[in-house]
């Protein structure tokens, strides 16, 4: 059994510690949190399980690594402090733990990605023998895994497309829904997640690694945005109101341009309410899908749909960055210390798994 650690029990961290506890081949031995409040709380209470795991969850950094954890699952946030996330990542690498997580949008693309987010990280795996996978869903398996595999599928591909098409009213993190993403924020606010190059900051690393995969070379990358303000003022059962007149949808793409046109898209379509731009991309129920389209000849289309806690369309989302992550720990035990991307971390069948309670 793998020695594996939870770090974080927030949307994700919730899920990380249920796919650890269901995994075969793991063994949960400490959940970390930075909230008093959860600290001597069972690891499955935290998880939204009906059982305890026998897992008290614990804010000693220190004693933790120092016990000498196999693997960690780094479920801390990486959107508003990078930094922090970024030498707490390395720090479990150093102390010679396989480390997967969602954060650092970076280093999903590890070969280009910047030297600030890439030297710590190897320097790292020097002197600890650690490793590092960061994968996710979007950006993560929705576009790299998945696309790569269904363009396999087609004699002819004129063109990829992933897109993610989401009610973000469903998504539990209203900090981000408001401030990052700019819902129910006046038009002439400038959202940071939207700010030119953002989007290709957080995205293009996908684009590169699909390209590398289909052995093309990229012209560049290019950025579109639109964005919709709400028509009359609508209430969330998770974020309260957001007023007509302020910003209720946006619409963008991350375009890999090859010859000269846009052959590998990454499209989000982002909604707090579906009444707004309704002429937009929708998912086939309302509630959020993640879609690749592979054009050519045949046409290809292919639709997932997850659901976790109570049918949350978010939180299956992330259930799924989580399961690729969890997935991928043993396969990184076996292998060679190393920083690693999704075109070398094969996603494996669910060995073991079938039929097993979680």
């Not at 990229?218 to 964005?227: H, K, Q, S, Y």
């Not at 045949?298 to 369309?313: K, L, Q, S, Y």
């Not at 292998?335 to 669910?350: F, H, I, N, Q, T």
């Amino acid at each position: 059994m793998i020695s594996t650690v939870v770090w974080g029990t927030g949307n994700v961290g919730r899920a990380a510690v249920r796919a650890v506890a269901a995994h075969p081949g793991l063994e949960l031995s400490a959940v970390l949190v930075s909230n008093p409040a959860k600290v001597g709380r069972d690891a499955g209470a935290l998880a939204g399980l009906d059982r305890e795991l026998g897992v008290a969850a614990t804010d000693d950094v220190a004693a933790v690594l120092a016990a000498g954890p196999r693997a960690l699952v780094y479920a801390g946030s990486g959107d508003m402090r990078p930094d922090e996330a970024l030498a707490d990542i390395a720090r479990a690498v150093r102390a010679g733990a396989v480390v997967v997580t969602p954060a650092l949008y970076p280093l999903y693309d590890q070969r280009n990605a910047p030297p600030e987010f890439r030297d710590p990280v190897l320097a790292a795996v020097a002197e600890g023998g650690g490793s590092l996978f960061v994968s996710g869903v979007d950006p993560g398996w929705g576009n790299d895994v998945l696309p790569l595999l269904v363009s396999g599928l087609g004699s002819v591909v004129d063109g990829i497309r992933c897109q993610e098409i989401f009610d973000y009213s469903t998504y539990e993190q209203e900090d981000s829904v408001r401030y990052l993403v700019g819902m129910g924020q006046p038009m002439d606010y400038v959202p940071p997640m939207l700010v030119e190059s953002v989007p290709t900051m957080v995205w293009g690393g996908q684009i590169r690694l699909m390209a590398r995969a289909l052995g093309v070379e990229l012209d560049g990358i290019r950025e579109t945005l639109e964005r919709r303000a709400l028509e009359s003022t609508v209430t969330t059962r998770t974020m309260g109101d957001f007023s007509a007149g302020t910003q209720g949808a946006v619409r963008f793409e991350v375009q890999g341009i090859v010859g000269g046109e846009p052959r590998i898209v990454i499209e989000h379509v982002t909604r707090i309410h579906p009444s707004c731009a309704p002429d937009w991309p929708v998912p086939p129920d309302g509630a959020g899908a993640h879609r690749v389209v592979i054009e050519g000849r045949p046409r290809i289309e292919v639709t997932v749909e997850a659901t976790d806690e109570g049918e949350n369309r978010s939180a299956g989302g992330n259930a799924t960055a989580v399961g690729r992550l969890v997935g991928a720990i043993d396969w990184l035990v076996e292998a060679e210390p190393g920083l690693y991307d999704a075109l070398d971390v094969p996603l494996r069948p669910a060995v073991g798994k079938l039929g097993r309670s979680g």
